[in-house]
């Protein structure tokens, strides 16, 4: 289940998700893992919408 890793930027970070913005077209996984180096951060995410270029994905663990 893993595939090749899509740059993107965390807009929006909660307690149960995250907005990320895509700067270009992406097949973004239904299911797949959030890494955000600078914060030494690793999450397991679901995708819960899309609009754009922009993802919004809940937390599953």
């Known amino acids: 289940m893993s595939g090749e890793p899509i740059a993107c930027t965390v807009w929006d970070l909660s307690e149960t998700g995250a907005r990320l913005v895509v700067p270009s077209p992406a097949d973004v996984p239904l299911e797949f893992e959030l890494k955000i180096p600078n914060q030494g951060a690793i999450a397991r995410v679901?995708?819960?919408?899309s609009s754009g270029n922009s993802y919004g994905t809940q937390f599953t663990d």
């Open 46 to 49: 679901r995708l819960i919408w």
